[in-house]
C-alpha cells in the first residue's frame, strides 16, 4: 500500500531538487531525507576518518550520521531539514569543510 494512502495524506504537488546534479521529485512537508529515501538514495555523507557511507540512522536529530550539504551549506541535518522546490542537495564528506 502507498504511504500517502496509509496516512490519509493529500500533498501539495511534487517539485524537483537535485542531488548531486540528479533531479529528484519531493512533495511538500517531507524532510531532505524524505525525499532522498524515496528516491532510492540511502547514503550520502562519508565519515571523515574511513570514508564509510552514512544516511538517517536516528531520524530525530540527534545522532548527525545524516549530514548533508543544502544550498551550499554543509552540516545540514537532513533529517529535520524540509526540502524546499530547488532545494540543491549535495552528499557531504567529512566535516564539509573545504580542508577534508
Not at 551550499?72 to 569543510?97: F, H, K, S, W, Y
Amino acid at each position: 500500500m502507498n504511504p500517502l494512502e496509509l496516512a490519509d495524506a493529500r500533498p501539495g504537488p511534487a517539485f524537483t531538487v537535485t542531488f548531486d546534479g540528479r533531479a529528484v521529485d519531493a512533495l511538500p512537508g517531507q524532510t531532505v531525507a524524505a525525499a532522498l529515501w524515496t528516491a532510492g538514495v540511502t547514503a550520502w555523507r562519508s565519515t571523515r576518518g574511513s570514508g564509510r557511507p552514512r544516511g538517517v540512522f536516528c531520524g530525530i536529530g540527534v545522532c548527525f550520521d545524516c549530514l548533508v550539504t543544502v544550498n551550499g551549506v554543509p552540516n545540514q541535518r537532513a533529517c529535520l531539514v524540509p526540502v524546499r522546490p530547488g532545494d540543491v542537495i549535495r552528499a557531504q564528506e567529512g566535516t564539509g569543510g573545504t580542508n577534508d
